[in-house]
Structure formats: C-alpha cells, structure tokens
C-alpha cells in the first residue's frame, strides 16, 4: 500500500479544511454573540438603573407614573433621540449619547419594537386547539379571501326574538329585529315589548 497517494492526500486536506472552518466560526461566532450580549447587557443594565421604576422591569408599566406598556413602532435610532431629549423624564441629561443608544436598543430587542411584542405574546389559540366551527370559520374565511369578496357585512348585531309564549314556536313570533347591543329592560308590567302580551314570553338572541 502506498501511503502517500494523491487521494489520501485530497481527503485529508479537505477534513482540514472543514475542521479549520468550523473552528474559525465556533471562535468568532462566540466573540460576536459575546459582543452583542455585552451590549445588551450595558442597556440592560442602564434601563433598571434609570427607566424601569416609571416603566417596569420588562416595560410592563408602573401605576401611577406611567401604567401603559413601553411598546412602539419606532426604530433603535428616532428610539435613541426621544430618549436623548426626553427620558428619564424631568432630568433627560441623565441619558445620553451612547447610554441612550445602548438603553434604546435594549428595550427595542427586549420588549419595545413589535417584534419584540410578537415573541413575548405569541397568540394564545393554536391551531389545533380551534373548536370545529371556529376552524371551519377559518377555512371560510380564508376561502372567501381569495375571492377579493367583503368578509364583514354592513348588518351589525345580533337577531332579537320575542316570543308571546314559553318556547320558541314560529307562530309566537311577535318581534324580530336586529340589535347592536343585548339591553332588555323590563316595563311596568313585566314585559320587554309591547307587542308581548302575556307574562310568559320567550326572548333569543343569535348571531356572533
Ligand atoms: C420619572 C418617571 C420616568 C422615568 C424615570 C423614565 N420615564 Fe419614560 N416616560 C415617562 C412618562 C410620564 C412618559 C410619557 C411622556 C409623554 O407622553 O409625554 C414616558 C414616555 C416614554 C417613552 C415613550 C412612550 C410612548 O410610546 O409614548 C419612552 C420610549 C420612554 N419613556 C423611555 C424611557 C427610558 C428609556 C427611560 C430611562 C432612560 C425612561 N423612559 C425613564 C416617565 C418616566
């Protein structure tokens, strides 16, 4: 056998060439991550110092100074200027230049920017937990959608039935009209409706 052969020699080159990739990656990718987690951490580090007692810890807001979420669509940078010029409030000299940058680019990654908002609260109902009728819903909805149709009519509310009896025979069908709120309230003699002339009388609403 011929040790040093031109193949042997092809592949063990090639093993080193990857293995020296890898290496190279694992090395800078390590220093880059550590890069930015320093950074985030200096933000981090800023905010709780300076912000998160008007704004919370995760931005979640604090009664009474400032109760809504700190949530927005403005980029790191018009993030950093309002910052500059404005917060901490009453004394913005407190962040500034750099600081502001650092603190604004933590909170846009945390919790701020709507991506931000989208990781920390991804929607509640999945997929497979939809009931029947709100997936066959969806499939209805999606279906029209590709029709260009209108999803939502102009009727709005919910369908109001009075009934001049117990139960929901068609022939006791005194009132029926669409409503935008459920409200009923009850006149002197116990009825919802004029129309209703007994005591006993049924009332439905449907729709969604
Ligand atoms: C003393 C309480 C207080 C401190 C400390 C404070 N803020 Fe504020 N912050 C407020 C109030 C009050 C507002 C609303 C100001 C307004 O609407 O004019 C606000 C508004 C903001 C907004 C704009 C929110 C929006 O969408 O309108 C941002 C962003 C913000 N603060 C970031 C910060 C940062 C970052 C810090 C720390 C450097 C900080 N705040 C420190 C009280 C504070």
Known sequence: ??????NFRKTFLRDWLIIGCLVFFTFTGNRLSGKVCAQS???????????????????????????????????????????EETMPEKKPEECVGPEATEVAKHIHYQFYSITAQA????????????????????????ALSFQGERRIGTKRGLTLRHYKNR?????????????????ISFDKEGKPDEKIEFEKFTTTWKGS
Do not use: W
Not at 119 to 142: E, G, H
Not at 167 to 183: H, R, T
């Open 41 to 83: 951490r200096q933000g981090e580090k800023i905010y709780l110092q300076k912000c998160a007692k008007c704004h919370g810890r995760r931005g979640e807001g604090v009664e009474p100074v400032y109760p809504e979420p700190l949530v927005g669509d403005l980029s790191i940078k018009e993030l950093a200027e309002y910052i």
């Open 119 to 142: 990781r920390n609260k991804p929607p509640r109902v999945a997929f497979s937990r939809l009931t029947n009728r709100q997936y066959r819903n969806c499939v209805a909805d999606l």
């Open 1 to 6: 056998m011929k040790f040093c052969n031109k």
């Open 167 to 183: 139960g929901l025979n068609k022939n006791n069908l005194v009132v029926e009209k669409l409503v935008p709120v459920v409200d």
